[in-house]
């Protein structure tokens, strides 16, 4: 298996912890009070919307010269989901 292969594995299996958070966290949404709740789910869209989902695939489908630049991008769109799925379930803290 290839670095990349290896990588892309990985980030898929992240991805898969993530969403598994983001639902743990919407079924929860539905305890709390209804103002909270539109906040609550507002913070959950915004961990949805920044997903990397479309910068893994993006990155299976490039070339070996934009694979460095991809991967950062990568990077950065997980530290943005972390910052998300944390916001949103710092709200039941």
Known sequence: MTDRSAYIDKAR???RQYEA????????????EADARIAYREALEDARARRA????EELKRSGDAAWDDI????????????RAVEKAGARFR
Not at 21 to 32: F, G, N, P, Q, S
Not at 53 to 56: D, P, Q, T
Request: charged residues 45%.
């Open 13 to 15: 299996a992240r991805l």
């Open 21 to 32: 958070e983001i639902d743990r966290l919407e079924a929860r949404a539905d305890e709390v």
């Open 53 to 56: 989902e479309a910068r893994l």
């Open 71 to 82: 991967k950062h991008g990568l990077e950065s769109a997980w530290d943005e989901m972390s």
